[in-house]
């Protein structure tokens, strides 16, 4: 529904909107220029350049209305990504767990957005997705031949793709190799099995950041000359490398209110001993978010929402902090379902690979420097690793998470089509 919606705001909506302006500046300059050095030292934009030359490149082959032609590239990846998904679900260990993924991925209020504007994020979660669909079964079989070999690095070329695509998923690295390391831990490994697998996993995850080292060679940093300078966005943004305190907190809020929609139903599943305790830290979370509000509510949907409460609450603190309360009581329930599936999850790449995922996501804003704010949409590109992990500790598609994905479903088409009516 989703994506037949993106394509009719693509056939029918034919001006800038949301971060279609800022955008379509760089996809024009990789379409007209060509890749280059210099083309990619003049990026403005803070994500990275292959999305955009992946969409300057539809530009190119189409050869219409260049706004237009940017955004069915945008959507194709989209469809490229369910394609894929579909494909390559049917020869993994774990297909439902995938179609969850799919799922989530199309049902998150940004999604629609995503596939119908000039966004930088379905070209990033295809790359990515794709990747930790080969990594995983990759790592979870101990065959050793070339065509299984040739599997790994295909996906850890993905996956080094998916980062430059959008930085953020430097995450998924990391992710692949604790995943790697973590099957060698607990699998049973035939005589002469284990060190032949190690070498292979070694090769590929070298191979998986090589991309990311041109683009660091290129851009001298992590993130564009011009980003890093200030020169994008009229001096008013900047962003590189560097030590962030508060953007963690910020993330793992996010991430948290998020995972509500999905995992709501183990909040119920808590046994009375603990409850107590987790109403307790809830509680405590909720008024220190509410307390430091102007800090940690940043542009999205969810400030939209909170300033909507705000006119009848006379004011931002308490709606938020009652959102973050829950969100942190929903966080202590996954954590305590995720501890006591610990073994399912160690058992199972996929899982631990997602989880790992969303993990490290987090912990690398400790690294992100520069004013940048931590936008809602960001958490669209650890949507996928959200349904893995939902779906395995909760597998049933009851009317109340139905409903709930349904909603999400009608909030993101609000999202979208609120421009088209706009002057």
Partial sequence: MNLISAALFIAFVNRPVYDDGFNIFD?????????????????????GPTSF????????????????????????????????????????????????????????PHSIMAA???????????????GALAWTEFVSRANSGATALIHGIAACLFLGLAVTCRQYNLALLPAAALTAALQLRTKTWQPG?????????????ALSLAPVLLLLLVWKGIASPSMESGASYDMMYKASAGLNLTRPLIAALR?????????????????????????????????????WTDSL??????????????????????PFGLIAAVAT?????????????????????????????VLIFIA?????????????????????FFGIVAFTLLPSLDKARLLALITLSFFSQVMLWRYAFSP
């Fill in 329 to 357: 009581c929903n966080a202590i329930a996954l954590g305590l379902a995720i501890w006591e599936e610990r073994r399912l999850l160690s058992s199972s790449p996929l899982v631990a690979f997602a989880l790992l995922t």
């Fill in 27 to 47: 996809v024009h300059n990789y379409a007209t220029k060509g890749l280059s050095l210099d083309t990619l030292r003049s990026q403005r934009n803070p994500p």
């Fill in 364 to 384: 690398e804003q400790f690294g992100v420097g520069g004013n940048v704010p931590f936008y809602d949409r960001y958490v669209l590109q650890v949507a996928p």
């Fill in 53 to 108: 030359i992946l969409l300057a490149a539809a530009v190119r082959i189409i050869g219409g209305n260049e706004l237009r032609d940017a955004r069915i590239g945008a959507f194709f990846s989209w469809f490229l990504l369910a394609i894929g998904v579909f494909y390559g679900a049917r020869s993994s260990r774990y297909p439902e767990l995938w179609y969850a993924a799919l799922l989530v991925s199309l049902v998150f």
């Fill in 297 to 318: 509510l940043q542009p999205g949907p969810l400030n939209t929402i909170v300033g909507v409460a705000s006119r009848l609450f006379h004011g931002r603190e308490f």
């Fill in 116 to 130: 119908a504007t000039v966004l930088t994020e379905g070209p990033a979660l295809f790359c990515a997705v794709i």
């Fill in 193 to 205: 099995q284990r060190w032949p697998f190690v070498a292979r996993c070694l090769v590929c995850v």
């Fill in 255 to 291: 991430v948290a209110v998020y995972l509500i929609p999905f995992t709501f139903p183990l909040m119920m599943q808590v046994k009375a001993p603990r409850r107590w305790g987790m109403l307790a830290v809830a509680a405590f979370g909720g008024l220190a978010a509410g307390y």
